[in-house]
Nanobody
Framework: QVQLVESGGGLVQAGGSLRLSCAVS????????MAWFRQAPGKEREFVAG????????EHADSVKGRFTISRDNTKNTVYLQMNSLKPEDTAVYYC???????????????????WGQGTQVTVSS
């Protein structure tokens, strides 16, 4: 089992940048595929980006490709989401998620992730 704690959210103007962090603790964090999801008010939680255990494989939602980048540092047990060129429609609560995996496949399905953080609010003003 792992515990996930997000940080780095806040209020930023459109066009600005933020970097979210997800601290991973518990049993062998490097054995988990990690992902970021987000949920805006009144909307379903949606996949943003995911990364394999070693970082060799990443997936990004079409809506954030070219603007957001997921990465991980297994020596620090931390996963990052660098968000650039932020737009008001990026406003949401961002969640870090983990799933145990024996391969490098990065799932985009929220129900395949067993572990979740408490979320961090990102607000982008126009």
């Amino acid at each position: 089992q792992v515990q996930l704690v997000e940080s780095g959210g806040g209020l930023v103007q459109a066009g600005g940048s933020l970097r979210l962090s997800c601290a991973v603790s518990g049993r062998t964090p490097s054995q988990y595929v990690m992902a970021w999801f987000r949920q805006a008010p009144g909307k379903e939680r949606e996949f943003v980006a995911g990364i394999s255990k070693t970082g060799s494989t990443t997936e990004h939602a079409d809506s954030v490709k070219g603007r957001f980048t997921i990465s991980r540092d297994n020596t620090k047990n931390t996963v990052y989401l660098q968000m650039n060129s932020l737009k008001p429609e990026d406003t949401a609560v961002y969640y870090c998620a983990a799933r145990h995996s024996v391969g490098s496949y990065v799932s985009t399905e929220r129900y395949s992730y067993a572990y979740w953080g408490q979320g961090t609010q990102v607000t982008v003003s126009s």
